[in-house]
């Protein structure tokens, strides 16, 4: 097992360049998610890993090693296909037999590995069928059990989840987390889901527009978003922003509505505009000395309430542990918890404090 | 003159309105007739009542046919007298094995050859950016009908005694480099080949045109996942890309086997049978308006049809089961 380091990783079709030089130190063992919107680069970036898209700029080493132009089959890596791309003419054993059997190894050391994984995964029923006769998630097992059966340096995931119902993903995402875990073995997952990224990253990475934007723990990138992006992307639903100028410790709305800042924190910023952000959990309700809010959609979950809120000119969303009686078009007094707010710059969109 | 002037118009109106109106009728007063049964008899009869006409078109123009062409088979040069398996005697004997032979070669040449070079072609132009010139190219000939083909390539075979300006592009090519001409449709075995090239260069568009699109329906992160497993390119088309592609493969090979047994205008425009290179289909034109041997001409036929008729069915069923998946 080894790590993986991206150092200024560029890649460009013809003149258009699609990643513009990404640096990640992927350590071994550790559990790594890509995410970001759809054409970010990150499947791009996976894929430059994986050996299929040629490398135009610095240098993608696994362990030691620079691949930079090392073919995808000597990097020792296994990857899980969105499609799970089984093979559809070979059974399921057929199907994890094949890079071994390439590997030269002989037939009692691969039935041993075949054993192995169909026994982690619970595939021994199947091992004798074909793609076609599988259910979604069977497939889903399989391509997973021939990542398994190679004993990888590195295994490589593109957006396996997605083609799976709900529920189902969930199981998966829970099922992944604990053979990974189990085995110990670096991972790198791409998802635009980042409910995905947050269950099961130890570390996520999260891209734009071929950028990495912030590269975190979970719980850091939700805690310390490096910009307005992340702390968008990261948390559900998103973050309120309100635009505004410090005045003492609050900011000011320019509808006049003042949100709090927490103590001591204006006298360093005062009179300078910010985007104050605060995430939907982080307010209570405050009947008095709130602000007025009027509620224009109220959907209840039953373990929480969301409500969308009309906060002066601010389209504001918030969840509360509380039951929220409505009606729609009333009042609701709100105050943003001052300790867990986030301030931006209005213009770059980076963290102020 | 006069007769045929007016003749021909009629019966061009008769057939354009009488045809379809004949066929009207019938399909109303059958439907009519339907109406007179009990629900259950009348929904199982209607089938047939619209079956009725075609079926008696296919009696007529094919089975009615296949049925008096098998009986010529029996019977002597007139068709006058039973016979008995003369004729079939004479087709397996003699010169006959010869050209049951070069039909053998045919069979087995022509499908392979095509097959392999519209294999190797659908696989490399699946790989380069220039694809569509190369298809169009590879696909051109396609266009041309087998006649026009022969009297192309008849220049191109052209011979003319060592010593003569050559005009065929072949042996110019030869002369060019200091090779003595050859006689590419004379030379036995080589005259051969030289034809089975030309219906090659006739079908290699069609089968590397259905090849190349099952080429493109095998899924590319199969063949990624592939590549990370281990496999080189050649491992990778033959563990992975021929497998998913045997149906079409299946169709190409019938399909050119099909084209092998029926083979006529080429043989027929460029040597006309001679030299060693007739064929069945040529030798049964022969039989037939030549030497006005109905008997000789209808047993040909017959081996013909019974040759294709398996390969044809394993395309039908083919077609079916893909139709299925």
């Known amino acids: ?353 | 003159m006069t007769d045929t002037l007016t003749f021909v118009p009629l019966m061009i109106v008769l057939g354009a309105i009488g045809v379809p109106a004949a066929v009207f009728a019938a399909l109303g007063a059958g439907e009519r007739a339907l109406t007179l049964f009990s629900g259950g008899a009348g929904r199982r009869a209607r089938p047939w009542v619209w079956l009725f006409l075609p079926l008696i078109l296919v009696i007529l123009i094919l089975i009615y046919p296949v049925i008096v062409t098998i009986f010529t088979s029996f019977q002597d040069a007139r068709a006058e007298n039973w016979i008995g398996w003369q004729n079939y005697a004479w087709a397996f004997s003699g010169q006959m094995l010869d050209i049951v032979g070069n039909n053998i070669l045919w069979l087995v040449a022509f499908p392979l050859i095509t097959l392999v070079l519209a294999l190797a072609s659908a696989t490399l132009f699946d790989k380069v950016r220039y694809e569509p010139l190369a298809m169009t190219i590879v696909i051109l000939p396609t266009a041309i009908s087998f006649t026009a083909g022969s009297v192309i390539w008849t220049q191109m075979y052209s011979f003319q005694p060592s010593g003569s300006p050559q005009i065929g592009t072949l042996n110019a090519i030869r002369a060019l480099f200091g090779a003595d001409p050859l006689p590419w449709l004379i030379q036995p075995v080589v005259n051969n080949f030289a034809l089975i090239f030309v219906a090659v260069w006739l079908q290699l568009g069609i089968a590397t045109l259905i090849l190349s699109s099952a080429i493109k329906n095998v899924g590319s992160e199969m063949l990624e996942a592939a590549r990370l497993d281990g496999a080189g390119e050649w491992l990778i088309f033959r563990a992975m890309i021929l497998p998913n592609i045997l149906p079409s493969v299946l169709v190409v090979l019938t399909t050119m086997i099909i084209a092998a047994l029926k083979v006529f205008d080429i043989v027929y425009v460029m040597t006309n049978g001679n030299f060693g290179t007739d064929v069945i289909a040529n030798r049964l034109y022969y039989e037939l308006f030549a030497a006005n041997n109905l008997g000789h001409a209808s047993a040909i036929a017959v081996i013909l049809l019974f040759t294709a008729l398996p390969v044809a069915l394993i395309n039908i069923f083919q077609f079916r089961s893909e139709a299925r998946s």
């Open chain 1, 1 to 353: 097992m080894t790590g993986v380091s991206i150092r200024k990783a560029e890649k460009s079709y013809g003149e258009i360049a699609v990643i513009h030089g990404v640096s990640v130190e992927i350590e071994e063992g550790e559990f790594v998610v890509l995410v970001g919107p759809s054409g970010c680069g990150k499947s791009t970036l996976l894929r430059m890993i994986a050996g299929l898209e040629e490398i135009s700029g610095g240098e993608i080493a696994i362990g030691e090693r620079v691949v930079n132009d090392v073919e995808a089959k000597h990097r020792d890596i296994a990857m899980v296909f969105q499609s799970y791309a089984l093979y559809p003419h070979m059974t399921v054993r057929d199907n994890m037999a094949f890079s071994l059997k390439l590997k030269g190894m002989d037939k009692a050391e691969r039935e041993t590995r075949i054993g192995r994984a169909a026994d982690i995964l619970g595939l021994e029923p199947l091992l004798g069928r074909y793609p076609r006769q599988l259910s979604g998630g069977q497939r889903q097992r399989v391509a997973m059990g021939r990542a398994i059966v190679r004993d990888p340096q590195v295994f490589l995931f593109d957006e396996p989840l997605s083609n799976l119902d709900a529920k189902l993903r969930v199981e998966m995402r829970s099922e992944i987390k604990q053979l990974q875990h189990r085995l110990k073995t670096t991972t790198i997952y791409v998802t635009h889901d980042q409910v995905e990224a947050m269950t099961m990253a130890d570390k996520i990475v999260v891209m734009r527009a071929g950028r990495v934007e912030q590269c975190d723990t979970p719980l850091g990138l939700y805690d310390n978003p490096a910009n307005t992006f992340v702390a968008a992307f990261i948390g559900s639903p998103s973050m309120n922003f309100v635009e505004g100028k410090v005045e003492g410790d609050a900011v000011v709305a320019e509808d006049g509505i003042r949100l709090p800042l927490p103590a001591g924190q204006g006298a360093a910023l005062a009179g300078q505009r910010v985007t104050y952000g605060f995430r939907p959990e982080h307010m209570e309700l405050a009947p008095k000395g709130g602000i007025p809010c009027e509620i224009e959609l109220i959907e209840p979950t039953g373990s929480e309430t969301m409500v969308s809120l009309r906060m002066g000119q601010a389209a504001v969303a918030g969840v509360f542990r509380e039951r929220i009686a409505g009606p729609e078009g009333s009042t609701l007094g709100i105050r943003p918890d001052a300790a867990r707010i986030h301030l931006f710059d209005p213009r770059t969109g980076q963290r102020l404090a």
